[in-house]
């Protein structure tokens, strides 16, 4: 998540469905987050790891 801040998928959207007549475009979607949340989750993944450290 520091690296990548988010992803790209295409999505086929039906445009007109009569019958045997079907005509769908595609559609571009974008998935972002911001580049501090994957700090965040870094820093939360050692203080699990370091406090499961002292516990055992």
Do not use: C, H, R
Request: charged share 20%.
């Amino acid at each position: 998540m520091l690296i990548w801040t988010g992803f790209s998928y295409t999505k086929k959207d039906k445009i007109i469905d009569a019958g045997p007549i079907q005509v769908s475009a595609d559609k571009k979607e974008t998935v972002n987050w911001p580049p501090y949340l994957g700090g965040i989750l870094l820093i939360g993944g050692i203080v699990i790891v370091a406090s499961s450290k002292k516990n055992a």
